[in-house]
């Protein structure tokens, strides 16, 4: 074995060290908080729903939004695969954040590039459905997102609220992972993703053709393993461009 041999073997062993310490640190403010079950705290405030407006309740396929599959979202501390990096829900380094979603390896982001991280997927909603439901089911209100607010803007379009699009993005009811991720509102400096709305001219690997309109996570710098993902929620851009479908 050459130097070269041993000077990777010992940056490996030290990678996977500092990997293994950052998760152990989530893991033991995960015991240090006590944290309520996620479905519970997630829609402990909602109003039971008027049988008239039961018809407007939209179910949710997560085989074709993007969102995570297994049944019930994985545990605090768990380490888990999504769109082909490892991640861990924990206690938020936000003050009282609630729970955060923490990147569990390194993920390298070229100088003036951005990675996909995950979608930002739920059930889609016109204005008048939306708001009719949220004022009884205000966990939607909490995790919701407007799907075209920048691709309105974009087109000088700011009080059309009728062609306003609402993701549901709760994520113990809707499988949604992206809606752990927190907040970065007065912390500028730890923003370390952005959304991008996407019309589907193209299909990314975990998603559906038939879903028109959707919002990708994507990272906008290096992250190493135990860092919390941020995100400016005010800020939501339009995705440039897009290739055709084949």
Same mark, same amino acid.
């Given at each position: ?133 949220? @004022? &009884? +089911? #205000?966990?939607?209100? %909490? ?8 691709? $309105?803007?974009?087109? =000088? ?55 028109? @309109? &959707? +919002? #990708?996570?994507?990272? %906008? ?8 993902? $941020?995100?400016?929620? =005010? ?12």
């Amino acid at each position: 074995m050459d130097d070269e041999d041993n000077i990777y073997n010992r940056d490996a062993r030290q990678s996977r060290t500092r990997h293994g310490q950052a998760i152990q640190l989530l893991q033991i403010d995960i015991l240090r908080q006590s944290l309520p079950p996620g479905l519970e705290s997630e829609t402990s405030r909602d109003y039971v729903l008027p049988d008239r407006l039961q018809p407007l309740v939209r179910t949710y396929d997560r085989r074709h939004y993007g969102g995570w599959e297994g049944g019930s979202l994985p545990r605090d501390g768990e380490v888990f695969s999504f769109w082909g990096a490892r991640y861990m829900i924990a206690p938020s380094s936000i003050p009282d954040g609630g729970r955060g979603l923490f990147i569990a390896q390194d993920l390298q982001v070229p100088p003036n590039s951005e990675v996909t991280l995950m979608c930002f997927c739920g059930p889609i909603y016109e204005w008048g459905p939306w708001h009719q439901l949220v @004022r &009884y +089911i #205000l966990s939607m209100s %909490t995790y919701g997102m407007c799907l075209n607010a920048a691709s $309105l803007s974009d087109r =000088g379009i700011t009080h059309a609220q009728g062609q306003r699009l609402y993701v549901d993005g709760r994520p113990y009811t809707q499988g949604n992972i992206a809606g752990l991720i927190n907040s970065s509102r007065g912390r500028s400096a730890r923003t370390n993703c952005t959304f991008v709305e996407c019309e589907n001219g193209h299909e990314p690997g975990y998603m559906s053709r038939d879903v028109p @309109r &959707y +919002i #990708l996570v994507n990272a %906008t710098r290096s992250l190493r393993a135990g860092d919390e993902l $941020l995100a400016n929620y =005010g800020f939501r851009r339009p995705q440039r461009a897009s290739p055709p479908l084949d």
